[in-house]
């Protein structure tokens, strides 16, 4: 069965500590890996990753993946309460299929 | 990327209706996929909406309690039937096959049952 897992589940911080999300996946196919941040109802699209060892960043949160040890950590540094939201990890195995998600980590940023 | 819109973007109904859920794409996109999460979990996928032919329903999803339609390669519908409190969630369509492979989210209906 295809499987994506993150961890932790939730996770509370304050603002200026750095974070790392985990997501491990086992699937049948790989195409690609997804991160999203889900704050109300729609997740908003953060990084696609295809390659392993390749860093994508956008300002402060970068992530990573490695292809071989089957899993993607998902960074923000200097937190802000703006981070608190549930980021969710999603793999793409076709680029034609619906994604494969894990249960996200609810991240919850305090003053 | 893909503009994705959806209608109506929240609504409480009462228990035994139905509601339809409208999903506009700004592009021809080949998948379009239907979620549902409920409150405090993550994304369950109900049905990919196939254009041209019936919908493909994940376990656990019936035709009868949520009919799809897929008319053109821009547009689908989510009917929620018969509705009960265990229906309340959020409902989001999401595109894929886009040109970048990434798939994006609609905005997402936000219901209540009561």
Redesign the interface.
């Known amino acids: 069965e295809d499987k994506v897992v993150q961890s932790p589940l939730s996770l509370v911080v304050h603002e200026g500590d750095t974070v790392t999300l985990n997501c491990s996946y086992e699937v049948t196919n790989f ?2 890996l ?1 991160w ?1 941040k889900q704050e ?6 953060l990084f ?1 990753l295809t390659s392993s060892g390749i860093e994508k960043k956008s300002g402060r949160l970068s992530s990573i993946l490695d292809k071989k040890e089957l899993f993607s950590i998902l960074n923000i540094t200097a937190t802000q309460t703006g981070d608190s939201a549930i980021y ?1 990890c ?1 793999v ?1 195995m076709t ?5 494969v ?4 980590t609810r991240l919850s940023v305090i003053a | ?1 893909a503009v994705i819109s959806q209608k109506p973007s929240r609504d409480i109904c009462q228990r035994g209706t139905s509601l339809t859920i409208q999903c506009q794409v700004d592009s021809q996109v ?2 379009m ?1 239907w979620y549902r999460q409920q409150p405090g ?3 369950t ?1 109900i049905a ?1 909406a196939n254009q041209g032919s019936e919908a493909t329903y994940e376990s656990g999803f019936v035709i009868d309690k949520f009919p799809i339609s897929r008319p053109n390669l821009t547009f689908s519908t989510l009917t929620v039937s018969n509705m009960s409190p265990e229906d309340s969630s ?1 409902y ?1 369509c ?1 595109v ?2 886009t040109p ?11 219901l209540t049952v009561t």
Request: charged share 15%; no cysteine; glycine share 14%.
């Open positions: 195409r690609s997804l999203y109300k109802k729609a997740p908003t699209f696609m969710l999603a793409d680029g034609n299929t619906p994604l998600f894990g249960k996200g | 990327s080949t998948m996929f979990q993550s994304l996928l990919t959020i989001l999401s894929g096959g970048s492979y990434e798939q994006y989210f609609g905005p997402g209906t936000r």
